[in-house]
C-alpha cells in the first residue's frame, strides 16, 4: 500500500518511527489483500506522525532515537547497581540521625532534605527523558546529574510553600507529582518512558506503550501517598465528606487510566490497584478492613480488569492491546500456559539480588528503625502517626498494592523495590518532621531555676 511521507508506525507500539519485525508479515498479507490467519501475532504498519521537512533532519532524529535506545542497554545496570547503593547507604545513615535523641536539629533536617529528594528520583528517571543525556558525553554520568536535578526541583516545590511546615506537606508534593506525571505520560502516548532507565527498551522489544510494572509501582505508590496527604489537610479542616470524595474520584480515576486499553493498558496492575485503594479507603474512613470485605474487594478489582480485557477483544484484531489478546488465549485455551510463563518469570525476579536487597533494607528500615520506640520513647513512625493520622492508611495501601503486584506480575521484586523507593523516604520525611515538631526548641525549653546569690543565700 502507499504510505504519505512521514514515519511510520503500528498498533502494536503506539510510537511514531517505531515498528516491529513481527509486523511485517501482517503488513504484506494485508498490502496483498490476503486475510490474515486467526492468531498470528503482529498488527499492520500505519502511517505515523510527520518526519522534518529535509531529509538530513529525519535521519539525525532517527539517528538519535537509536542512539538512545543502544546507550540504555549500556547504563540501565550499573545506573541500578548505584542506585540500590546509594539507597542502602542512606538508609544507614538515617537510621543513625533518626535514632539519636531529638535536639539535633540540623542532622534531621538534613536528613528530611535528603529524603524528599529520594523519594522524587523515582519519577524523576522518566522526566529525565525531556533532557537528551544519552547524547552528551559520558551518558551514565548526565543520566544521573538529570534525574538528581529533576528531583531537586520537586523537592524544591516541596518546601517551597507554608505545606512545608505540615507532616505531610512535602511527601504529598512529591507524590502527587509522581501521580500527575505519570498518568499525564499515558495520556499522551507514553513519551517519557520509551528509552527511560527504568522504562521501555525497544530493542528489546517487550512493551512500547502503557504502564511498564515499574512505572506502575511508581504511580500507584505516589497516587495512594497523595491522597492520604489531600485527606489529612481536609480532615483537619473539617471537611471529612469532601475528602471521601476527591479520594475516590482521583483513585477511580487514576484506576481507570492505569487498566484502560488507550492509556495505561495494564492488566496486572489493576487488580493490585484495586485493592490496595480500597484498603487505604477503607482505614481513612475509619472502616473496618475484614477478611470478607478483602475477599469482595479482590472479587471487584478482578471483575473490572476482565470487563476491561473484553471491552478490549471486541475490537478489530488489528486494533487489540494485550489484554483482548488474553481473553482470545483463554478462548484457545492457551491461557494456563501464558499464566504458568509469568509465574515463572515472577519466580525468577527473586534472584535479582541488588533489587530483593532493596525491597529487604527498605522494609527492614520501615519497620526496625521508624515503626520501632527509639531511646526517647514513642517511635518517629508513630509520631507521624498521632500528627497525621491519614498516612498510616496511605502506607498500608501503598504496601498492599505493591505485595499484590509483585504476586500477580512476572516483574516480580522490581514492583516493591520501586514503590519502596517511594513511600519510605517519603514516610521517612515525613516521621522526621514529626520528630522536629515533638522536640522543644531552645526558646521552648524550660530555662533552669537561678543559683542562689550571695546577698540571698542563707
Not at 490467519?37 to 510527520?50: F, I, L, N, S
Not at 539535633?104 to 537528551?132: C, E, H, I, Y
Not at 541488588?354 to 522494609?363: I, K, M, N
Amino acid at each position: 500500500m502507499p504510505y504519505p511521507r512521514g514515519y511510520l508506525t503500528a498498533a502494536s507500539t503506539r510510537q511514531n518511527a517505531l515498528v516491529t519485525i513481527t509486523d511485517l508479515t501482517v503488513t504484506a498479507l494485508g498490502t496483498l489483500g490476503v486475510p490474515t490467519p486467526a492468531g498470528m501475532v503482529g498488527r499492520a504498519w500505519t502511517p505515523g506522525g510527520d518526519a522534518p521537512a529535509s531529509t538530513a533532519a529525519t535521519v539525525a532524529e532517527l539517528a538519535d532515537a537509536d542512539l538512545a535506545s543502544q546507550v540504555l542497554r549500556e547504563v540501565r545496570a550499573p545506573f541500578f547497581g548505584v542506585f540500590v547503593a546509594v539507597q542502602l547507604v542512606f538508609y544507614g545513615i538515617a537510621a543513625i540521625a533518626v535514632r539519636r535523641r531529638p535536639g539535633r536539629g540540623r542532622a534531621l533536617t538534613a536528613t528530611q532534605l535528603v529524603a524528599v529528594v529520594s523519594g522524587g528520583v523515582a519519577v524523576s528517571t522518566f522526566l529525565a527523558q525531556l533532557v537528551p543525556w544519552w547524547s552528551l558525553p559520558n551518558p551514565m554520568l548526565w543520566l544521573i546529574v538529570t534525574i538528581l536535578g529533576f528531583a531537586g526541583v520537586i523537592a524544591a516545590v516541596a518546601f517551597a510553600g507554608p505545606w512545608r511546615r505540615h507532616v505531610l506537606g512535602p511527601l504529598t508534593v512529591v507524590a502527587g507529582v509522581t501521580s500527575v506525571a505519570l498518568l499525564a505520560d499515558v495520556m499522551t502516548g507514553s513519551r517519557l518512558q520509551v528509552n527511560a532507565v527504568t522504562g521501555y527498551e525497544p530493542v528489546t522489544g517487550g512493551r512500547f506503550y502503557g504502564f511498564s510494572n515499574i512505572a506502575f509501582a511508581v504511580y500507584s505508590t505516589g497516587t495512594i501517598l497523595a491522597l492520604a496527604g489531600v485527606a489529612c489537610f481536609l480532615v483537619e479542616r473539617g471537611r471529612r465528606v469532601l475528602a471521601a470524595v476527591v479520594c475516590l474520584a482521583y483513585g477511580a480515576f487514576a484506576i481507570g487510566a492505569d487498566g484502560w486499553p488507550g492509556w495505561g493498558a495494564d492488566f496486572g496492575g489493576v487488580p493490585a490497584f484495586v485493592l490496595g485503594f480500597a484498603i487505604f479507603m477503607l482505614l481513612v474512613t475509619g472502616r473496618r478492613v475484614s477478611p470478607v470485605r478483602l475477599a469482595l474487594i479482590a472479587a471487584a478489582g478482578g471483575t473490572l480488569i476482565a470487563a476491561i480485557a473484553v471491552a478490549d477483544w471486541l475490537r478489530p484484531a488489528d486494533r487489540r492491546t494485550h489484554l483482548g489478546a488474553f481473553v482470545q488465549q483463554v478462548i484457545d485455551g492457551e491461557a494456563f500456559a501464558v499464566i504458568g510463563r509469568k509465574l515463572g518469570a515472577m519466580i525468577g525476579t527473586l534472584g535479582n539480588l541488588p533489587l530483593t536487597a532493596l525491597s529487604l533494607a527498605a522494609l527492614a528500615f520501615l519497620y526496625l528503625v521508624l515503626a520501632r520506640p527509639s531511646e526517647w520513647g514513642a517511635s518517629a513512625l508513630s509520631r507521624a502517626y498521632e500528627r497525621a493520622p491519614a498516612l498510616r492508611p496511605g502506607l498500608f495501601g501503598a504496601l498492599t498494592c505493591a505485595l499484590v503486584g509483585f504476586l500477580i506480575n512476572d516483574s516480580g521484586v522490581a514492583i516493591p523495590a520501586m514503590a519502596l523507593t517511594v513511600a519510605v523516604p517519603l514516610t521517612l520525611a515525613a516521621s522526621v518532621r514529626a520528630l522536629q515538631l515533638a522536640t522543644p526548641t531552645p526558646a521552648e525549653r524550660p530555662s533552669a531555676p537561678a543559683e542562689p546569690t550571695a546577698q540571698n543565700s542563707p
